[in-house]
């Protein structure tokens, strides 16, 4: 055994996993520090992944190579497509998941990952050195246990745990989460060498033993009659077997009994000094700020297959735990609930993000890496994302390869790091699909038309899985093509046509042309052109690839309009700044604007442009500057 690795990654959470497992595998040897085997990418609050933009993120995460999707499909219990209703740039995928099996099907892929290695310990310090140039590097990680270890390169996905306190009531403690320790000592040696560090808080609800609720006072909600999956490869399969979830309401009642603990609560009495996440509020700050409404919708979501482990989404709460309880027994259903632990919030460390580069490489030390919500952000799927990226690019600048960067037309996950480098945070980040101005292009069903391509180049997508992507995108093309070249007589469908409320043809028309119609499916034609399912049977055309398919040909002017304005925009990302250009000397530039650029550091006008404070008037002097 050896002391010293290419890489080690701190932290075992979803952004730690990630960021191990893809270094491993694309050729490092990798050092995984964790505080306890046991609870790989554990799902610390809701057990569920994806969501709106949050599935498109995971979608991007399995094209790329990454493990999250297959994870999700082995543990999923039940699955839903939000937004079927709304446009295709809005579906979202959305599993409920096994929490328990979710972290031991990701400790079977980490254990059986050639190049990496697991210790368990607490990471207390990061070391540095000094290159020849008297560059800040970093060198390696010293644990809890009295462990050195070496290192090339070092990313930190910290989670929750830096400086962790936990808060219920006027009672804290000290806590990554409920049962596990604090991580000290990481912040200190990051600010001794002139990092800035800040705080943030997040929450969770209690949860409750389901053998206690009345569940036919409740709403069941259902997965998806035919759900679908996340992983675009054949080694998983949908979910069979589904379990519900629950829908229940608060009541006046219950306010009331929630407004008695007001005044022991840390977020009202100035106890927790953190920023909490806007669009994930704990029960009481919904009461603050929609003081006028009279019921909260929540949600009960099964912990597992065998457990009778209830999370009770939309609860989160750091109010005095005797005050939850009473609450929670004024809830319908929820009358003689017992519960398994209180809601708590909980206060932690974070790095503002613009001290990184878009590889998610710091901008003060060399060869270190941050991934996670030490970067200010919340959810699994941001911090899976990130840590991926980070994994990927400490391998490839060990190896001498340029970084793998994506842009904001290219992936939701470009979207992310690019906002959180050039705008930074003042809560935690959450991805919503209204923070990509390409959402057309950005969708989850062409996550793989996307980025698989990428993803075989750099070496996390194997040939098996490439070859799968071949076949979909050959099909695709020859299903539209298809559609281009086929007459359609008004006999032939005339009777479909009526019963879609589409009006009847006065004469013949490409099947393409058809097929724009938003009443107008591929499935309903297949019903009553015959040479339309011979093709598809065929040629083996599977139903992802009819969908792709579909959706290009229905958004074709949305799609290339987006395309163009993308292309235009692009230009920008391809005039570059001196990396040490000073931004003080140009007085013709706001003094605002000085500031930002200055402190962040922009690499292209591009990024600049997407600076709070940087104005259009401010980026035409920068244009000016260095050339249209």
């Not at 070249?485 to 005339?494: F, G, N, R, V």
């Not at 003094?591 to 600049?608: D, F, H, S, Y």
Request: proline share 4%; with cysteine; aromatic share 8%.
């Amino acid at each position: 055994m050896t002391l010293n690795y290419d890489i080690i990654v701190v932290g075992g959470g979803h952004a730690g996993c990630e960021a191990a497992s893809a270094a491993a595998r694309l050729g490092s040897r990798t050092l995984l520090l964790t505080m306890d085997m046991t609870k790989f990418a554990a799902m610390s609050c809701n057990p569920a992944i994806g969501g709106v933009a949050k599935g498109q993120i995971v979608r991007e995460i399995d094209a790329l190579g990454g493990l999250t999707g297959r994870i999700t499909d082995l543990t999923t219990i039940q699955f839903r497509m939000l937004n079927r209703s709304k446009g295709a740039a809005m579906w979202s995928p959305r599993a409920q998941c096994d929490k328990n099996r979710f972290s031991e099907e990701w400790r079977r892929a980490l254990e059986n990952t050639d190049n990496l290695y697991i210790w368990q310990d607490t990471a207390e310090e990061v070391l540095f050195g000094r290159d020849d140039d008297n560059r800040l590097r970093v060198k390696g990680i010293r644990t809890r246990m009295g462990v050195t270890f070496e290192a090339r390169a070092v990313v930190l996905t910290c989670g929750t745990f830096l400086s962790g306190l936990m808060h219920c009531g006027r009672s804290s403690a000290e806590g990554g989460r409920a049962g596990d320790a604090a991580a000290h000592g990481l912040t200190h040696s990051l600010t001794a060498v002139g990092f800035e560090s800040g705080r943030m808080k997040t929450g969770t609800p209690a949860r409750l033993d389901g053998r206690t609720i009345d569940f036919s006072q409740l709403e069941p909600q259902e997965g998806d009659a035919q759900p679908s999956k996340f992983s675009f490869s054949d080694q998983t399969q949908p979910v069979e077997n589904q379990m519900p979830c629950y829908g229940v309401y608060t009541s006046a009642e219950v306010h009331d009994t929630l407004r008695t603990g007001f005044a022991d609560s840390p977020l009202f009495n100035g106890t927790i000094k953190g920023i909490g996440p806007r669009y994930c509020p704990s029960i009481e700050d919904k009461l603050r700020t929609f003081a006028d409404k009279e019921q909260h919708l929540l949600f009960l979501e099964p912990e597992g297959r065998n457990t009778n482990e209830y999370y009770l989404n939309g609860f989160s709460s750091s109010l005095p735990y005797d005050v939850q309880i009473r609450a929670l027994h004024q809830i319908r259903g929820l009358e003689n609930v017992h519960v398994y632990r209180p809601g708590y919030a909980i206060e932690y460390d974070y790095f503002p993000p613009v001290q990184l580069h878009h590889s998610l490489e710091t901008k003060l030390a060399d060869n270190l890496w941050f991934a996670g919500q030490i970067n200010g952000t919340t959810g699994y799927e941001e911090a899976a994302a990130q840590g991926l990226m980070a994994g990927i690019n400490a391998h490839r600048k060990l190896v001498g390869q340029p970084p793998l960067i994506l842009r904001r037309d290219e992936a939701y996950i470009g979207v992310l790091i690019d906002d959180l480098v050039t705008k930074g945070v003042d809560e935690p980040y959450r991805m919503f699909t209204s923070r990509a101005e390409y959402r057309i292009l950005l969708r989850q069903d062409n996550a793989d038309m996307r980025l698989t391509p990428k993803g075989y180049e750099i070496g996390l997508v194997n040939d098996e899985n490439y070859n799968k992507f071949l076949e979909k995108k050959s099909s695709v093309e020859s299903l539209i093509s298809f559609a281009h070249a086929q007459s359609i007589k008004p006999h032939e469908i005339h009777d479909y046509l009526i019963s879609v409320n589409s009006e009847p043809l006065a004469h013949g028309k490409k099947l393409y042309d058809l097929l724009l119609r938003n009443e107008i499916t591929v499935a309903g034609l297949r019903a009553v052109l015959p040479r339309l399912e011979e093709f598809i049977v065929g040629h083996n055309i599977g139903e992802e690839a009819i969908e792709e398919a579909e959706i290009l040909i229905k958004y074709r002017g949305y799609i290339e309009r987006e395309k163009l304005i993308a292309e235009k925009l692009r230009r920008l990302e391809n005039i570059a700044i001196p990396a040490d250009f000073d931004f003080n000397g140009m007085q013709s530039l706001t003094i605002e604007a000085r500031q930002k650029l200055t402190r962040i550091r922009p690499a292209t006008i591009g990024q600049a442009s997407r600076i709070p404070g940087v104005s259009p008037a401010d980026v035409n002097v920068l244009l000016i500057k260095f050339g249209r």
